[in-house]
């Protein structure tokens, strides 16, 4: 169980009772009047995140009052109840009144908001505890949040202990604890198995490019394949990134963190699939041998690529990973990446765009990305800028020149190593929160996975 949890707590939980400006007045009224002149007192006016401890006469919490949105704002957090591990004394407590449909997510973000990262310097999760509403999946919840631990962690850990090895320990280690069958292709092995985009854009650093995979699950049951961007480090290459977009590249292995807390809850919850887990893990470093503007390379499907940029990639290490996965003709391929600034331009840091030729795909998707408050926005595979790709000297080019639709012609790039795969679907992630929210603190996030996994579940669980 998640340790923001307790289910049998050895004294009474207190309760937390969510009030608004529009039923502030109503529940004051029910208080008892020392605790009404309390609030009074000390100016509570239920504004949304604020929070008020009303003593019993021996100076104990007897409840706690916080505030929420009204129900006619613009827009209510569902993650409101986030704040809550940072604010409240250590104890054990209880919502009093939540709403039934807003349970489910006031308990995650309630789990989600306690996380920090103390890898470097000490910092203590806050001694605070909640005892499940009734009739939420406490085990679904925990699961969850365990898993954006997972995603949270790996990304927030720099780079100098996140390369390409460490990652794919951190893989092995979740293979292992749901004996899942783990290997890895290293180095100059990666040219002789035939995977020369993933060699192409590792080969200059000093820590070796790899392949993760691992599969997990019952063979005769619908293959879903899971591929992650695992560029641990990304410099730009040889068209290096100025220093303020260099900045929190250790960020740009996100992709591979997500599928990492994707696939933990999948193998967690016993899905019935046959699971395939693929990341290129790669550092795109600057030296002498590393690869150049306008360099050709054969890809694994066998497309000749020229690098328009070295900055894209990222796409170049998911080709041939893709490539691969699609060989088996899975039922449902899925890829996630921190890829374009494009992508960023278009929609921010918190709503990440994916793609999709499924339409139940992405209608169901985008219910669960709803449901769960994970938000995704669905753009479109534009065959018109397919032809942006064409390469006077390759049968692609990585890069096209002209600036328009970056994340769109990353997805059409991306596509062209998609063949056989009954569904597919591509997430052009952020991987990252930029300053903290109510339950989403600085730093890296989990973007995309809790909406899959909830699509996964439905049809799969």
């Given amino acids: 169980m998640h340790s923001a949890f307790e289910t049998a707590p050895a ?9 608004t400006k529009a039923t502030w007045e109503a529940i004051s009224a029910n208080l008892p009047e020392p ?3 309390f609030a009074r007192a000390s100016g509570f006016t239920a504004k949304p995140g604020a929070w008020l401890a009303l003593p019993t006469a021996t100076g104990e919490i007897a409840q706690v009052l916080f505030g929420l949105e009204d129900a006619t ?3 209510r957090d569902p993650f409101r109840t986030g704040q809550l591990p ?6 054990v407590y209880r919502f009093a009144n939540v709403a039934a449909e807003q349970a489910h997510l006031a308990t995650l973000a309630f789990a989600l908001g306690g996380y920090r990262f103390g890898r470097y310097r000490k910092s203590e999760r806050p001694e605070v505890k909640l005892v499940p509403p009734d009739g939420v999946d406490i085990a679904d919840v925990a699961r969850m949040a365990e898993a954006a631990t997972l995603a949270r962690d790996l990304i927030n850990t720099p780079s100098n202990d996140m390369g390409p090895q460490e990652l794919a320990e951190a893989a092995q280690d979740l293979a292992q604890r749901f004996d899942a069958k783990f290997t890895c292709v290293v180095g100059d092995d990666l040219t002789r198995q035939n995977f020369p985009l993933i060699h192409a854009v590792g080969m200059a650093s000093e820590r070796a490019p790899r392949l993760i995979d691992f599969t997990w699950g019952d ?4 293959k879903v394949t899971l591929v992650g961007k695992g560029v641990c ?6 068209d290096l990134k100025p220093s303020s977009s260099m900045l929190i590249m250790k960020k740009d292995m996100g992709g591979a963190a997500n599928v990492l807390a994707l696939a933990q809850m999948v193998m967690d919850a016993a899905l019935k699939v046959r699971l395939r887990v693929l990341i290129p893990a790669v550092e795109n470093a600057v030296a002498g041998n590393a690869f150049r503007p306008l360099d050709i390379f054969t890809s694994r499907k066998g497309l000749t690529v020229e690098v328009g940029n070295t900055d894209a990639e990222g796409r170049l290490v998911l080709a041939d990973a893709l490539a691969l996965a699609d060989e088996e003709k899975p039922d449902l391929l899925i890829d996630l990446g921190t890829l374009t600034g494009a992508a960023r331009v278009a929609l921010g840091p918190d709503l990440p765009p994916f793609y999709t030729s499924d339409e139940a795909l992405a209608e169901r998707l985008s219910a669960c990305a709803k449901q ?5 926005w669905r753009l479109p595979l534009w065959p018109p800028y397919d032809s942006w790709l064409d390469s006077k000297m390759a049968d692609i080019n990585n890069a096209p ?8 012609t990353c997805a059409l790039f991306l596509q062209r190593f998609v063949g056989t795969a009954k569904s597919w679907l591509h997430v052009d992630i952020y991987g990252w929160t930029p300053s903290a929210k109510p339950g989403r603190p600085e730093g890296g996030e989990c973007q995309a996975a809790r909406a899959i996994y909830r699509l996964l579940s439905a049809r799969y669980g």
Avoid: C, M, W
């Fill in 73 to 75: 704002a613009k827009y």
């Fill in 11 to 19: 004294t009474p939980a207190i309760p937390i009772s969510f009030v």
């Fill in 86 to 91: 940072s604010l409240l004394p250590p104890g």
């Fill in 401 to 408: 020149s002209g600036g328009f639709a970056g994340s769109i």
């Fill in 35 to 37: 605790s009404r002149q």
């Fill in 233 to 238: 480090f990304d410099t730009g290459g040889l």
């Fill in 372 to 376: 769960e408050n994970d938000p995704l």
């Fill in 219 to 222: 063979p005769s049951h619908p």
